[in-house]
């Protein structure tokens, strides 16, 4: 038996088959071109820390290595003041198209919504965190000579001297100051909140023993320490970090097990950006961090790289959100 073969048919499947597939296609194309040509002009980092601290060198870093991976001029833009909001502000006001960018840590992102009723940005909405740049954990500092030679003698005076006991930050809401807020919760114990203007204002007060302690990175308290004015009694983290291996975690000091109290900041771009476009600036981010001079200078600032997934960094900033609202609620802390 013979069938009829018709080249029409033919035809009008191979023109459907061809669309079907150019239809399927086409959006990855764009996507992919929209990744190549970008950037088309400068890009802005804005920041809301000042010139000159960790966060800021950071920052440089990191534009330094994406202007030279995309031929373009990656500019910082330091906005310091206002909680932040300087620096969000100019970000919604910035372009939409990916070529503003900016630096925002854990407090902008975690601890905000609880200190604040009304907050002039909504981080699920403004925001797409792409990244941490880093993490770094804080230290319990110490006047060179103060009689607590361990967390435990801490817990133990301030039992035995309740209110008395004083510790200092420079502001309300900030990770030392909710840090410490944690400590009480986590020791039962309650300590007096002293407010300095500055970080080394903050620090000289604990060298000198006018103040009892104050948790310190060791970019803001390290200048002190390297000087043997303070002494690091313990570090909140869940091991000791490498760059100081003699200094106890707060659990082998007498102090809670699992205590942690850690600074991040992180980079993000406008919401509804194509996927290919953040995963490209994530990518040559990540790999900027990734090089030999960059480490070594995360070690200069006592900061540690922070390799995640989104996923997994979606889920921590999550969790650190948590942690945070149910401090900033036992303490009944608002900055409104």
């Known amino acids: ?28 194309t764009a996507n992919a071109q929209q990744a190549a040509a970008f950037p088309t002009k400068p890009v802005r980092i804005i920041t809301p820390f000042p010139v000159g601290g960790g966060p800021d060198g950071v920052a ?15 500019v910082v833009e330091n906005r310091p ?6 620096a969000v502000d100019a970000f ?32 699920a909405k403004d925001f797409d965190t792409l990244l941490p740049l880093f993490k770094t954990y804080f230290f319990f500092t110490v006047a060179t000579n103060s009689k607590y030679k361990t967390v435990g003698d801490l817990i133990a005076d ?33 300590m007096e909140h002293v407010i300095y203007k500055e970080t080394t204002q903050l620090y000289t007060s604990v060298a000198t023993g006018e103040l009892a302690f104050a948790l310190g990175s060791s970019a803001t308290a390290g ?14 983290a869940p091991k000791r970090v490498a760059a100081f291996p003699d200094v106890p975690t707060v659990a082998e000091s007498g102090g809670p097990k699992g205590f942690e109290v850690i600074g991040w900041n992180a980079i993000a771009v406008p919401k509804g950006l194509p996927a290919s476009v953040t995963e490209k600036i994530k990518r040559d981010i990540e790999k900027g961090l990734a090089e030999p001079d960059v480490l070594e200078k995360f070690k200069s600032f006592g900061y540690e790289p922070f ?3 989104r996923p997994q960094f979606d889920q921590f ?6 942690r945070f609202g149910d401090v900033i609620k036992k303490a009944n802390v608002s900055l409104d």
Do not use: C
């Open 1 to 28: 038996m013979t069938f009829f073969r018709s080249p029409i048919s033919r035809r009008a499947i191979a023109a459907a088959v061809l669309a079907l597939t150019a239809g399927g296609l086409l959006p990855l």
């Open 60 to 74: 440089r870093l990191v534009a330094d290595k994406l202007s030279r991976a995309w031929g373009q001029p990656v």
């Open 81 to 86: 003041g206002g909680n932040g909001f300087i």
């Open 92 to 123: 919604k006001r910035g372009a939409k198209d990916s070529h503003d960018i900016i630096v925002l840590d854990n407090v902008h992102l975690a601890a905000y919504p609880a200190l604040f009723k009304k907050l002039p940005y909504d981080s």
């Open 158 to 190: 301030a039992k035995a001297n309740p209110g008395k006991l004083d510790y200092g930050s420079w502001s309300v809401g900030n990770p030392v100051h909710l840090g410490s807020e944690l400590f009480e919760s986590a020791t039962g114990t309650q």
């Open 223 to 236: 200048p002190l320490q390297r000087a043997n004015k303070l002494r690091f009694l313990a570090v909140a």
């Open 307 to 309: 390799p995640t997934t």
């Open 317 to 322: 900033v999550a969790s650190e959100t948590q």
